[in-house]
């Protein structure tokens, strides 16, 4: 079965997004899904995360520059049918450097394309910088599907209509005709707020089906689960996150047919 790239992007930080690629990945790999995270954001937030060491030389800063290849980044963690390519702090220099080279938009498609060749992994899954710079629009340029994590504030909505015109221009320019909006996630939602059952009924009537039925709950044991360098679904398996991502797996699934 062909390897399918996802991408999570916003570009506005503090809304769930590395929080929903780490554990969006550690649920499909559950689900004995091979699945690779590539963590593109210089922080590399998703790589401690998971319980991996930040190690310079082993991201995609030296593919980037056609030194090595992506496959050999490729970095096993100590849960099954989930691997990891890490970042660095060096991928921060890449934002300029990418920009003064030839195809500058293509460079992650090409970089990723041995990898998404070999069929190694049913998903790819990118993490993106919290920003729209050149790693954020290499990361849709090389996507199939963007995966959208919108917090449940109305502040958050600002930037939706931004993204979603990146992405038509990325089509309209011919850079990358497949790619689609595959699902928008509602994140940090508190049941407990009226403006967060509003904001998630004002984007269900704008993108319907394109919202997926599950919420990511605000919850303690999701911020604290990066600390100890482990995905909800290890940290607290019967907790209210890991049973909401877990669901949203099983939509991801379901609706991208990845069995």
Do not use: W
Request: net charge neutral.
């Amino acid at each position: 079965m062909p390897t399918i790239v996802f991408t999570i992007a916003n570009q506005k930080g503090g809304v769930g997004k590395t929080t929903t690629a780490v554990n969006l990945a550690a649920a499909l790999a559950e689900n004995k899904i091979r699945t690779l995270l590539v963590d593109l954001d210089p922080q590399a937030n998703a790589t401690s995360a998971i319980g991996v060491e930040k190690k310079a030389g082993k991201s995609l800063y030296g593919p980037l520059h056609g030194e090595g290849t992506a496959l050999q980044m490729v970095t096993r963690t100590k849960y099954p049918n989930l691997s990891l390519i890490p970042s660095e702090e060096d991928l921060a220099a890449a934002e300029i450097e990418i920009a003064q080279m030839e195809n500058y938009l293509g460079k992650l498609h090409a970089v990723l394309e041995p990898v998404r060749s070999s069929e190694r992994f049913r998903v790819i899954l990118i993490d993106c910088p919290p920003a729209l710079g050149m790693l954020s629009m290499n990361s849709l340029a090389a996507a199939d599907f963007l995966l959208i994590t919108l917090q449940c504030e109305y502040m958050a909505m600002e930037g939706l209509g931004q993204i979603l015109r990146n992405v038509d221009r990325l089509k309209a320019a011919r850079v990358n005709d497949r790619l689609e909006l595959g699902g928008v996630v509602m994140t940090m939602y508190d049941a407990r707020t009226n403006l967060a059952r509003q904001v998630v009924e004002e984007v269900r009537q704008h993108l319907a089906e394109k919202v997926f039925g599950t919420v990511i709950p605000r919850t303690v044991r999701l911020s604290e689960a990066p600390s100890f360098g482990q995905p909800i679904t290890v940290y607290d398996p019967e907790g209210p996150g890991t049973e909401a991502y877990r669901n949203l797996a099983t939509e991801v699934i379901a609706r991208f047919g990845l069995k």
